[in-house]
Every structure is written in structure tokens, then in C-alpha cells.
């Protein structure tokens, strides 16, 4: 269930740990998706996985392995697993920027929507996007993904503030065809 033709998606451990800090420290990579934009030590980015990525019983974390060369090229998440009212928010960066435009995160997304419907049984999911992340804004409709509301000017980048994108997908408006390549 958890891998698609040219991806796999595997459980994060703190080994991972070096790779997602290249990524987290990558302004370009973190640009469109993390709101607090900052370097950080190798120790900082330990913790941070340890605790926030591996330690939370409400969150669950996937390497995105491109099943070729079995190189990781990103990371996807479930957080705030909330069981009782089938709710999660999802996340998801290619840190490999070779990997950019090529049909990989919505690939990588495609398996988690999957997961998070037909194995969970998640009633709800929701994510955040930046306003001019406007790639991200059109995978998240193809896989379809509703707006539900916008964090007006919350994002503060290159000295302007921008709007948050709030969407959500219901499970009876997924479709798995949505998700195939």
C-alpha cells in the first residue's frame, strides 16, 4: 500500500535524522512550506525529529524513497491524528530539489491519501499552503482538495506578509483515481 511505481514511503527513524537536516536547512526547500525560516544545528534538528516527527503518538512520518535508485528525496507526514473524529492535518517536502516538477510529491501524497483513507479510515484531512506556492495549490486541487478558509497575511517572507491557504479533503470526496499517475 505504501509504495507506487517510482516511489516508496517508509517509516522515519532518527537515522533519517542528517538527511531531513540538510532539507530543513535548504532555504530554497523550506521557502514554501515552513513558517520559520532559520538555520539550525544537526543537535537542534536531533531533537526536533526525536521529539515533534518520531515522539508523538498523534503523528506518523515517511521517508519518500524514489524506489530506483532507493534514495530518500522527501518527507510526509500525519499530524494531529486525531482518532476519535478521524482527523488528521497532512504535510508533505521534496527535499531533493532534482526531483522538483516531476510528478513525485503528488506520487508521494497520492500514497498517503491512500493510507490515510483505506487503511486509517481518516474521515478528514486538512493542510496549510502558502498563497504563492501556486504549484502546490494546483496538485492540492487535482487530488481534490476543497479551500475551507484563508489565515490572512500570516506568512511573513522577503518583507510582505501573505495569505495561508486553509484545505481540507473529505474521504467520501476521494477518489484513488485522483491519485494515480
Not at 483505506?118 to 478528514?124: A, D, I, Y
Request: hydrophobic share 35%.
Amino acid at each position: 500500500m505504501l509504495k507506487s511505481e517510482r516511489v516508496r514511503l517508509r517509516k522515519m527513524t532518527i537515522d533519517d535524522a542528517k538527511q531531513y537536516h540538510r532539507w530543513r536547512n535548504d532555504l530554497d526547500v523550506m521557502k514554501t512550506t515552513n513558517p520559520y525560516l532559520d538555520v539550525y544545528t544537526l543537535e537542534e534538528t536531533e531533537k526536533f525529529v526525536e521529539k515533534v516527527m518520531l515522539g508523538s503518538p498523534h503523528s506518523k512520518s515517511y521517508i519518500i524513497v524514489d524506489r530506483e535508485s532507493n534514495e530518500a528525496i522527501g518527507v510526509t507526514s500525519l499530524i494531529g491524528i486525531d482518532m476519535k473524529n478521524r482527523n488528521a492535518e497532512c504535510i508533505i517536502d521534496i527535499g531533493d530539489k532534482d526531483y522538483w516538477g516531476k510528478g513525485y510529491g503528488r506520487e508521494a501524497f497520492g500514497l498517503l491519501l491512500a493510507y490515510s483513507f483505506l487503511e486509517m479510515n481518516l474521515h478528514r484531512l486538512n493542510l496549510q499552503v502558502f498563497e504563492f506556492n501556486t504549484a502546490a495549490l494546483q496538485l492540492y486541487e487535482k487530488l481534490g482538495f476543497t479551500r475551507e478558509g484563508i489565515k490572512r497575511e500570516a506568512v511573513y517572507r522577503n518583507g510582505e506578509y501573505f495569505d495561508i491557504v486553509q484545505m481540507s479533503l473529505l474521504k467520501r470526496d476521494y477518489s484513488l483515481d485522483t491519485t494515480r499517475i
